[in-house]
Each structure stands twice: as structure tokens, then as C-alpha cells.
């Protein structure tokens, strides 16, 4: 292998820092679009619209069973009234019968009291679920219109892959290799930047300071036909000048 087999690998290295820029905006897509967020907004929307759905149901359930105890009380009056005036009831059970309605009044009152409570809170959370189910449509409209646009970017960067790997797989195809599986061994412990270049003396990798005869040798190795391409002794990248 000599020099030009390094500058290929150059372009190999940017085609896959191009390939993990992308698939690592695939990864985090949900997130930074905002989408996770709508998602997680949407479902805990509908979770209190469900909860509010259910207290509602007790609510009318509770309201209906006061009305009908309130109605019973009042035709029980009304039977009793009915009675006095047909003039079933002498004169000296009228206190009695008087004192029955009055009693059979008092517990209608309080179970209108009841009743009225009871409605109030039904009002409240009327309000609450429109309030409730007038977010959630807006942000489940936003999360629609988020998942269609995430769509389209998933599209784009899938094509820039596809091309990427193309290109990836053209590359390989004339790159040497037992080059190539030193790419991959550097690569794999270094995630990036497998080759390094020496800028002012520094390994690019590291930023390890080489001295002038180290920098000698990797020029002198670089210029003729080479087994193994010359590593930087801290980093383990692959140096070129
Ligand atoms: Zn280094």
C-alpha cells in the first residue's frame, strides 16, 4: 500500500462520519423535531380527559340518584297532603302527619343541597374537558404535522444513505484490504477520525506533540510502498502528512 491508498481512506472517512451524522439524526429525529414531546403531551391529555370522563360519569350518576330521591320524597308529601285533604286523617293525627311532612321537607332540602353541589362540580368539568379536548386537538394537529414533516426529512436522509453507501461500497471495492482492516480495528476503538493528520507537529487525534524525527520517519514511510501505515503511539490513529 503506498500514500494514495490513505487518501482514499480519507474519502472513505467522510463518507462514514457522513453515514453516522445521519443515522444519528435519524436516532434523535423524534426528539428534536419536538414529536416525542407532542406524543407525550397528546397522551396525558387524554389521560386527564379519561379521568375527567369518569368523575363526570359519577357525578350524573350521583345527581340522578339525588333527583330521584328528591322526587320520591316529594310524592310521598304529596300523598300525605292528598290525604289531609280528603279528610282521611283526623283531626288528632293532623300534628302528626303535619310534623311527617315537615320532617319529609327538611330532608328533600337537604338532599337539593346535595343536588345543587353536585351539578356545580358537573359545570366545572364541563369546562375542564372543552378546555381538555381544545388542547388536544390543536396538539394533536401539531403532532400530525409533525409525524408528516418527520416523514419527509426520514425520506432525505434515507436517500443520503443509500447514496453514502454507494459510495461507501465503491470505495471498498478499490481500497487495500488489509488497509481497510486496519480502518476498521481503528475505528472501532476510536469511533472518528481514523486517520489523523499532522498539523504543526500535533497528531490531529490527539494533539500529541511529535518530534521532528518522528515526523521525519512517518514522511519517510509515506513516501515508498509501505506493509503497515504509520500510527500515532498515543492515539493508535493512522497519521499522514
Ligand atoms: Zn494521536
Redesign the pocket.
Known amino acids: 500500500m503506498d500514500k494514495f491508498a490513505l487518501d482514499q481512506l480519507f474519502a472513505l472517512q467522510d463518507v462514514d462520519a457522513g453515514l453516522w451524522e445521519r443515522s444519528h439524526r435519524l436516532s434523535i429525529l423524534e426528539e428534536s423535531s419536538g414529536a416525542r414531546a407532542a406524543t407525550d403531551d397528546v397522551k396525558s391529555l387524554q389521560l386527564d380527559l379519561k379521568s375527567m370522563n369518569s368523575r363526570m360519569a359519577i357525578l350524573v350518576a350521583t345527581r340522578d340518584e339525588l333527583d330521584g330521591r328528591s322526587r320520591d320524597l316529594m310524592a310521598k308529601v304529596k300523598n300525605i297532603k292528598a290525604k289531609e285533604m280528603s279528610g282521611a286523617i283526623s283531626h288528632r293525627d293532623f300534628a302528626t302527619t303535619e310534623a311527617e311532612i315537615s320532617h319529609l321537607e327538611t330532608q328533600r332540602s337537604e338532599l337539593e343541597d346535595a343536588e345543587f353541589e353536585v351539578m356545580s362540580e358537573i359545570e366545572q368539568i364541563e369546562f375542564q374537558i372543552q378546555e381538555v379536548e381544545q388542547k388536544l386537538l390543536v396538539r394533536d394537529a401539531e403532532l400530525s404535522e409533525l409525524k408528516a414533516a418527520n416523514a419527509n426529512v426520514r425520506a432525505v436522509i434515507k436517500n443520503e444513505i443509500a447514496d453514502l453507501e454507494e459510495k461507501r461500497s465503491q470505495l471498498t471495492g478499490v481500497i487495500d484490504g488489509s488497509l481497510l482492516k486496519i480502518y476498521d480495528g481503528i475505528r472501532l476503538r476510536v469511533g472518528s477520525m481514523t486517520l ?1 493528520r499532522i498539523e504543526n507537529g500535533n ?1 490531529q ?4 506533540k511529535l518530534s521532528s524525527v518522528e515526523i521525519e520517519s512517518v514522511k519517510r514511510v509515506l513516501a515508498a510502498e509501505f506493509s503497515r501505515p504509520p500510527t ?1 503511539e ?4 493512522m497519521l499522514y502528512i
Open positions: 489523523a497528531c487525534g490527539c494533539r500529541l500515532c498515543q492515539c493508535g490513529r
